[in-house]
């Protein structure tokens, strides 16, 4: 494979978009591509936007992706997939998360929640929606949402072949582990 | 083995591999997590953080004197901070090896300005290195080191965000142990008194013309030959950014010394292609140089000088080239802009704050900064680090001084007073304006992610130690007024706040709860306890008011429906600030 492929997980400060991009990105390395990692945020950690992009291939130059060139955009957050979508290939995929966080001015009432984003970004593109929370909850975990979304990520990406309970074994807690690999499995089988 | 690490991460990595034992730091983003990679290295490298960038650097500069392997990291508007030793260092020269990184911040994520640090290198006549990846970041680590003993004099490594901040593969290496230089007592070589500094300015410029044969040897700058059509000269993450654009359809020329820049390698790339493109992020750094040797080329008149460099800009400016794009309605996206975090003990006091009429609040750099914004709107200006104190006084004295009755309430946070803070206290003190010069004590570094403070009790490298007591101080310094309240008692607070605009003297207060996101020590532990806990509305009390609303916690949320407030169980932290503004007492402390 010598293309360039682009992936793109966008959320909101706090829902773990960066440990998935982490996990993945290992999964990627070890499994002998070149990978470029980035995590784009400004003052994230106080509920701002956030985006991770992985970048694989036999060699990858920059580390960030532009406008129209995500092979795939998966959206921790209802609201941050309509903000990314100028980012996708026009014959790109989207995973969308059923999972709305409003912001600040949407708190106070000052703004509106967007209305029938899921619909609006499914007549443009490939469009799969899950409600990861949903499934993490059931898993008995709703922290493990991003590792459902990442399941579901490798499975649309054709991924399955990377030995990822192993990746995920090095790289989290180990009381975290089988939890992880549950939400794993559980996102490529729901996709 | 090979591993995915940052730029940060790998320069970490490279001060660990090239013998260093001494690097410091004050944190910043995007730079902050170079120290925090170093100090698990605590056999081999003393990792500390500084007050502020200048001691970081005085530090090091003290470790390279005595013959160490030292290091300073700081993020670009940090090295302003430090401008004033790095000149004169510039002219002495070290002893053991030493390397300055300065991380910038195209784009402005989240500094208070857009500035090319490469001006730096030229500017006190260093020689700089520019990585564009984290193998070089960690690689230029130690060329830098042995660059700057062979040629006497610190190195600047310069980084931009996107090394600092993006991943990829590293081949590890071992770390060279090398000891300790002897230190000879040499005042002529490092004494700039102005007699020595004359003579240290001559050796400069000679330095200078060594350096310059060094930049057209060294395989740092290399040519890569394709199709010559198209020539690039590029350095850093756009050489990136060109290489992706372009690939293997233009020869580039690519530049990782970039001070002094090789204008002989440069002239004869020039003279091999068609046409030639300078493609650098920001300023024309190079652009400029090449141009004043009177070669052609193409650069900022395609390329703008302003934001984060990325391929597309490069497509769009160079080849005319849009990608298609899906087109879909964004009209009604709603921004998501960063706010206090919910449970947050600043709110308290920007709560008060915002209440107060006639009064100007010069803000600093932290999160407390978040007090400029929507519903809070507390603060008036943000400057730079540790200026609020000071422009707070300015800005009294000459308020008083025109009969105006407006005052002066300076908002500031621990870190940020240690850093140059305490220095414009001591000016107040001493020139006796009657400011407010509020104290934001949350028993840690927030913004750039819970770093340890000569506040804390703690260091970089987990050892318990000396925690200053920030009233002493203040009072030490000369402030007679010196009161601490806890910010999430709102009466506390408004009662302080009262009695010292009420004063006609200078009065600091200081407000001393721990940031929520904190993971408490020990001695938080002793002295907050286990506070958390959780709030909830009773909906059929609540008049939707939006008092609490008011207060901009995120965990609040006006429901249009209802027309009442509820409120988030995931993020309240119980803090009972908005239990305190709700006018009909619907809210209620639920849980501990
Ligand atoms: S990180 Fe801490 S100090 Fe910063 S906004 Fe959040 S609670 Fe406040
Ligand atoms: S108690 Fe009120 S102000 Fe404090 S975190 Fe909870 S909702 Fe926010």
């Known amino acids: 494979m010598t293309e360039v492929k682009n992936i793109l997980l966008v959320g909101v400060g706090g829902q773990g978009t960066i440990l998935a991009s982490k996990i993945l990105s290992t999964g990627l390395m070890e499994a002998g591509y070149d990978v470029k990692m980035s995590e784009i945020h400004g003052m994230s950690q106080r509920g701002g936007s956030v985006t991770t992009q992985v970048r694989f291939g036999e060699e990858v130059y920059s580390p960030i992706i532009g406008k129209g060139e995500a092979d795939i955009l998966v959206s921790f957050e209802v609201m941050e997939a309509l903000r990314w979508l100028d980012h996708l290939k026009p014959n790109g995929k989207m995973v969308i998360n059923d999972y709305k966080i409003p912001s600040v001015p949407i708190l106070t009432g000052k703004k509106n929640y967007p209305k029938g984003v899921i619909d609006r970004i499914k007549e443009k593109v490939d469009t799969t929606v899950l409600n990861a929370a949903k499934i993490a909850e059931e898993l008995g975990n709703v922290r493990t949402m991003n590792i459902v979304l990442l399941g579901s990520l490798v499975k649309a990406m054709g991924l399955e072949g990377i030995d990822w309970e192993e990746i995920i074994q090095k790289t989290v807690k180990e009381k975290f582990v089988h939890m992880n690999i549950k939400a794993l499995k559980a996102g490529m089988e729901r996709l | ?65 005595v013959g160490a392997r030292a290091f300073a990291a700081m993020k670009q508007v940090g090295v302003n901070v430090a401008a004033d030793p790095l000149f004169s260092f510039a002219y002495t020269g070290c002893n053991g090896g030493i390397v300055l990184v300065s991380a910038d911040e195209p784009g402005i994520h989240s500094s208070q300005n857009e500035q090319d640090n490469r001006m730096y290198a030229k500017f006190a006549k260093i020689p700089m290195l520019e990585p564009s990846n984290s193998q070089e970041a960690k690689d230029m680590v130690k060329d830098a080191i042995k660059i700057s003993e062979m040629y006497d004099t610190i190195v600047l490594l310069r980084m931009t965000t996107r090394i600092c901040h993006s991943k990829s593969l590293v081949e590890l290496g071992e770390r060279e142990e090398v000891g300790k230089k002897p230190y000879n007592k040499n005042p002529q070589k490092y004494a700039t008194t102005p007699a020595y500094a004359r003579k240290m300015r001559v050796r400069v410029e000679e330095r200078i013309k060594k350096l310059k044969s060094f930049t057209e040897e060294t395989p740092l700058n290399y040519f890569e030959w394709n199709k010559k059509k198209i ?40 003279a091999k292609v068609q046409t030639l493109y300078v493609i650098e992020e920001v300023e024309p750094y190079m652009e400029e140089q090449i141009k004043a040797m009177g070669i052609k080329c193409i650069g900022k008149e395609k390329i703008p000088n302003i934001g984060e460099l990325n391929a597309d800009i490069i497509r769009k400016g160079l080849l005319e080239e849009e990608k298609p794009l899906i087109e879909c309605d964004t009209s009604d996206l709603v921004g998501r802009p960063p706010t206090l975090c919910a449970g947050c003990p600043h709110r308290g006091l920007f709560y008060e704050l915002s209440k107060k009429k006639n009064i100007i609040v010069t803000g600093d750099i932290g999160c407390y900064g978040l007090g400029v914004a929507d519903p809070l709107n507390a603060v008036d200006t943000v400057i730079c680090m540790g200026a609020s104190v000071s422009a707070g006084h300015g800005a009294q004295k000459a308020l008083s001084k025109h009969g105006d009755h407006m005052r002066a309430v300076s908002v500031i946070g621990d870190s940020t007073f240690f850093h140059t803070g305490m220095n414009s206290l001591l000016d107040i003190a001493y020139n006796q304006s009657n400011t407010v010069t509020v104290i934001l004590d949350n028993r840690t570094t927030g913004m ?15 050892e318990k130690t000396k925690e200053i007591d920030i009233p002493t ?21 408004k009662t302080a706040l009262n009695e010292a605009l009420n004063l006609d003297e200078p009065s600091v207060i200081i407000t001393r709860w721990p940031c929520v996101l904190k993971k408490h020590s020990d001695l938080d532990i002793d002295e907050f306890g286990d506070y958390k806990g959780l709030c909830e509305v009773d909906k059929d009390q609540c008049i939707g008011c939006k008092k609490c609303i008011n207060t901009g916690c995120p965990a609040l949320h006006f429901d249009k429906e209802s027309k009442t407030v509820k409120i988030d169980k995931v993020q309240c932290v119980g803090c009972e600030v908005c239990v305190q503004v709700c006018p009909v007492h619907a809210i209620k402390k639920v849980g501990e």
């Not at chain 2, 001070?259 to 004869?268: G, N, Q, S, T, V």
């Not at chain 2, 750039?448 to 987990?462: F, I, S, V």
């Not at chain 2, 010196?482 to 607070?493: Q, T």
Request: aromatic fraction near 8%.
């Open chain 2, 1 to 65: 083995m090979k591993k995915l690490l940052t730029g940060n991460e790998a320069v970490a990595r490279g001060v660990y591999e090239a013998g260093i034992t001494f690097a410091a730091a004050y944190p910043g983003t995007p730079s902050t997590e170079i120290l925090e990679n170093i100090a698990p290295y605590k056999e081999e490298i003393i990792a500390e953080w500084a007050p502020n960038e200048k001691v970081a650097l005085e530090s090091a500069i003290g470790a390279s004197i």
């Open chain 2, 448 to 462: 750039t992610g819970h770093q340890e403070n000569p506040g804390t009790g703690y260091t970089l490298q987990g």
């Open chain 2, 231 to 270: 020539g690039i000269i590029s350095s850093g993450v756009a050489y990136q950014h060109a290489k992706e654009v372009f690939g293997k359809s233009a020869s580039y020329l690519k530049l990782g010394f970039t001070f002094p820049l090789p204008m002989e390698k440069i002239k004869a790339f020039a």
């Open chain 2, 473 to 493: 101080l203040c009072r030490a310094i000369g402030i007679d007024h010196v009161k601490v309240v806890n910010p999430l008692k709102l009466e506390e607070v």
